[in-house]
């Protein structure tokens, strides 16, 4: 260990060694779990799922989550290396070589930063892609659309987020003490913009989107929206075989540039009357307010994180504790990234069970103004052709699923 590690350092790789050692067990748990119950497909399913697609399931979910095991360890190692190893301290001294202190300089390292921690993601997106995702059949990506997808990725993350960044650090030089205050209120007031333009002018670059055309289902969708007193501008199908064989469906946007977007694969998977099923379910969300809680709770934890990221930038055992010799406010910023998430990993399980609440109160809503035996009948089709597993571990599934295990989501909606 290093000979001069600060108490706030070994408090951080504490907490980044626990928070791993957690994942990974919880990942060894799962694939225990699922190998166990790979033999029969369990009772509430046996009449709709063969054996054959079951097992299919349990092979993908141990294939996915041995290769998330291996995903959180480098997590770990990319972190030590940006921070311990020296990283940043030497994308600092790149960013000084030619910049003297400033704007300019700040967004170099948080650029060069995001740029170094994508490239080494970049073969694990690939192998998920080509080895993982293809074995079972599900990757429609070309090699060519992967790479395009990269540098699209970069270049649209460079143009949303440093602006960003420049206003903050300007912030932090010039409004002193409550800087974090201002910074929070611009950050928000920024997401709900890019939210905004996003259905229209982000997503468009990744997807092409066309009116929904089938006549019944347009039919029976503009019924449903009518009876739940929903007004919507677009329909919208996607070209989600481009990528995946998955199928999805989602609402984006908001206000009156909301649109709801269906993937293609979905529309294939699906009937008519399961597709309005599961979008009375999307709807749910809606109506119940689930997305405007959900905003109102990021942009309550923000508030925290900035006032959090406003004490420590003027701690110099922040910097040292941490490996960095060259405190500045985008260091800070880059820093803190790296430094927080050990920190706030019990966060994740309470924010899966808020998400699982909601979507048994969407489920609810949806069992309302359609058919619930439609929105089973469509569930027990995406988990099958999504090679869900329908046997999680208990613990895993707790800690991590925004949505219910199928069996109880089902359940549930029998008896409704
Ligand atoms: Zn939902």
Redesign the pocket.
């Known amino acids: 260990m290093h000979p001069d590690l600060h108490p706030f350092g070994i408090l951080f790789l504490a907490a980044l060694v626990a928070a791993t050692a957690t994942r990974l067990w919880l990942a060894w748990r799962h694939v225990r779990h699922v190998v166990a119950h790979r033999g029969s497909v369990p009772a509430a399913f046996a009449g709709e799922i063969a054996l054959a697609e079951h097992q299919k399931a349990a092979d993908y979910s141990a294939a996915k989550t041995r290769f998330a095991m291996v995903d959180v360890a480098l997590g770990a190692a990319v972190t030590l290396a940006f921070t311990f190893g020296g990283g940043l301290e030497l994308l600092h001294q790149v960013s000084a070589l030619w910049l003297s202190e400033g704007i300019a300089r700040g967004l170099v390292l948080i650029a060069l930063t995001a740029l170094v921690a994508t490239l080494i993601d970049l073969p694990f997106d690939y192998y998920r892609a080509f080895v993982i995702e293809a074995r079972f059949g599900f990757n429609k990506m070309t090699r060519g659309l992967f790479l395009a997808d990269a540098f699209k990725g970069l270049a649209v993350g460079a143009c949303l987020l440093l602006p960003l960044a420049a206003l903050i650090i300007w912030l932090i030089r010039e409004l002193g003490e409550y800087w974090w205050l201002y910074a929070w209120a611009a950050t928000v007031a920024y997401g709900l913009f890019v939210q905004f333009i996003a259905p229209t002018v982000i997503q468009p670059l990744f997807n092409k989107f066309s009116p929904m055309d089938d006549p019944e289902l347009k039919q029976r969708v503009e019924r449903l929206l009518e009876r739940c007193g929903f007004k919507v501008k677009g329909l919208m199908k996607m070209d989600g075989s481009r990528r995946s064989a998955h199928g999805n469906a989602y609402f984006t946007g908001f206000g009156n540039a909301k649109r709801i977007v269906f993937f293609d694969t979905l529309l294939q998977q699906l009937n008519p009357a399961e597709v309005e099923a599961v979008l009375a379910?999307?709807l749910?969300?809606f109506k119940l307010k689930h997305i405007v809680k959900r905003m109102v709770l990021s942009s309550a934890m923000s508030l925290a994180f900035f006032w959090a990221l406003g004490f420590l930038m003027k701690q110099p055992w922040f910097f040292a504790g941490l490996g960095v010799a060259s405190p500045s406010p985008a260091m800070a910023l880059v820093l803190f990234m790296f430094a927080l998430p050990p920190f706030t990993f019990l966060l994740q399980p309470l924010g899966a069970m808020y998400s699982r609440k909601?979507?048994f109160e969407?489920d609810q809503y949806a069992a309302q103004h359609a058919s619930s035996g439609d929105l089973v009948s469509a569930l027990i089709k995406l988990y099958r052709d999504n090679a869900s597993t329908l046997t999680p571990d208990p613990l895993h599934s707790a800690f991590y699923d925004s949505?219910p295990p199928a069996v109880a989501r089902i359940a549930r909606l029998q008896k409704a």
Do not use: D, L, M, R
Request: charged letters at 25%.
């Open positions: 379910h999307e749910g969300h909601h979507e969407a949505h």
